[in-house]
């Protein structure tokens, strides 16, 4: 089986969070057996998922994010004519050309141009393009008066296909401003391409292989809007990538939508094939044939019996870290889909909704308790976890202590990529605590200490693991973490961080001393 550096099952789509198969497949094997029924409540893109149903384990895919359960259906599906796929993109290509052409094609000096990428200003102005010449791509700049006239031409342009009018929830955190709609994420170009783009998918296609050409769409929106970032310490058309946030900036990138959406057919069209390939070569050991099933449920309530579940794997909601809902509205707005707002695990900055990190304490704990309800006893529970804000390691941790769950193993989990923001902040966490429990059938044997008490020795142990040699962020709070963990210890108002910002110093190095008095 392919591992996640070769698997382009798992590159259909840019969902946020997905951990490496080669850190998760192990833990299926050492955790489960064939023929288990295993669950993942916070699925997201469905690589755990994928890769139990693939060593023949019954899997319950489930998020409650309507974008993930559409990216499960067609990373599952086996019933997809891929020729035909193939054959009805040729048909689509062909007709969305003339459109694309038109809107794309620029002539300068008598010469005419097909841009790739379009550099343009806050404001709109085009000012820089590349193009294909040849093997090379070369870059032109955009004379201002034919710039101004392309302006002109977009602004009265009225886009005639069907597109979403929906207005985003209003949160300065992600950039979200008063009254900002889906379509100003997009300009008049990309919002009208896109628009006749899917009204082509759904002229030509129909059931699973519709799917794939709409999972291919949605992720091709974010690579064709505004969100698209230039590198200006590589070029001015060197691209970076959206990753979370609507945030715009002085300059962006517009980049041409057939040509991306091209690459994004064929991306999944590729995904699709592996997973068929390695699909088949498992089911030809002969060994217990898997099930699937994906559910669209709140995981404070996964509508399954008690005690019915063998493994549990899961990757929890972030807190504010990335607000899932809100900024996977880019995608569910362009399918129709109407997320559950209300029942989201998450923290959010909006004033338009009621989830403080006190909301998401509760929530984590309820959901954590329908884990424990629908797990078997001395079954196991894996989790990673990531999150910058000691209030939500501590909600975390809480409600795995909370609901008698006993550390079996613990580890970190390194990932590959980093958002550039992450990269950029020395105290970041870089990477995901990786902890399996076993549920304990009996009383939770939980020890409580007040505030004062718990900041004094979290102190301590902080100055003991520096004493060790372990001076990273990474470490320092893994270690704590796991010392909290294996202790049982209940979390009252206090923030680790602050504990280790207040009584540590962290030098230019990137590793933490005691703060000398």
Not at 147 to 174: G, M
Not at 215 to 222: D, G, K, Q
Not at 470 to 489: C, K, Q, V
């Amino acid at each position: 089986m392919s591992n996640e550096k070769t698997a382009p099952r798992y590159f259909i789509h840019k969902y946020w969070g997905k951990k490496p198969a080669s850190g998760i497949s192990p833990l299926i094997d050492r955790y489960s057996n064939p023929g288990d029924t295993v669950i993942d409540p916070f699925s997201g893109y469905g690589v755990f998922c994928c890769e139990a149903y693939l060593k023949n384990r019954n899997v319950i895919v489930n998020d409650l994010n309507p974008i993930a359960n559409f990216i499960a259906r067609n990373l599952f599906s086996k019933d997809v004519n891929l020729s035909k796929t193939k054959k009805l993109w040729d048909d689509i290509r062909i007709e969305l050309s003339s459109y694309i052409e038109e809107w794309y094609s620029i002539t300068i000096d008598n010469v005419t141009y097909l841009p790739i990428s379009v550099l343009r200003s806050k404001e709109g102005l085009p000012l820089q393009f590349t193009f294909k010449d040849g093997r090379k791509t070369l870059i032109k700049d955009i004379p201002t008066d034919i710039a101004q006239k392309f302006c002109e031409y977009e602004d009265h342009y009225e886009v005639k296909d069907w597109y979403p009018v929906v207005t985003l929830i209003e949160n300065s955190r992600i950039s979200a401003h008063t009254d900002m709609k889906v379509e100003d994420l997009f300009t008049k170009r990309t919002l009208a391409c896109h628009a006749k783009l899917l009204s082509l998918i759904e002229k030509y296609t129909n059931g699973s292989v519709k799917d794939l050409f709409l999972i291919a769409f949605t992720a091709n929106l974010a690579n064709c809007s505004k969100l698209v970032p230039p590198i200006k310490s590589r070029g001015t058309l060197s691209q970076g990538a959206w990753m979370t946030g609507f945030y715009i900036g002085d300059t962006y990138i517009e980049n041409n939508v057939l040509h991306y959406y091209e690459n994004r057919i064929k991306k999944a069209i590729k995904g699709k094939e592996d997973y068929l390939k390695a699909l088949s070569g498992d089911l030809l050991t002969g060994h217990i044939q898997s099930t699937y099933r994906i559910t669209n449920f709140d995981a404070k309530d996964l509508h399954l019996p008690d005690n019915s579940v063998d493994y549990v794997f899961t990757d929890p909601p972030y807190g504010d870290s990335v607000p899932y809902f809100e900024q996977s509205v880019i995608w569910n707005s362009w399918l129709r889909f109407l997320p559950d707002y209300k029942q989201e695990i998450v923290i959010s900055d909006s004033n338009q909704r009621q989830k403080d990190i006190d909301a998401f304490e509760k929530d984590i704990n309820s959901a954590f308790s329908e884990i424990r309800r629908i797990l078997k006893d001395n079954k196991f529970f894996s989790l990673t976890f990531h999150s910058l804000s000691g209030l939500e390691w501590k909600a975390v941790s809480n409600a795995c202590v909370s609901n008698n769950f006993n550390v079996v193993d613990y580890e970190w989990l390194e990932q590959k990529t980093y958002p550039p923001r992450q990269l950029n902040r020395v105290k970041s966490i870089k990477g995901d605590v990786l902890v399996t429990f076993r549920k304990n059938p009996g009383k939770a044997q939980q020890n409580i200490c007040d505030d004062r008490q718990f900041t004094s020795v979290v102190s301590d142990f902080i100055k003991e693991t520096i004493q060790k040699g372990i001076t990273d962020t990474n470490g320092i709070m893994m270690a704590i973490m796991e010392w909290i963990l294996r202790r049982m210890l209940v979390i009252g108002n206090v923030d680790v961080f602050k504990i280790l910002n207040k009584d540590f110093q962290l030098e230019d190095n990137g590793q933490w001393v005691v703060k000398q008095v």
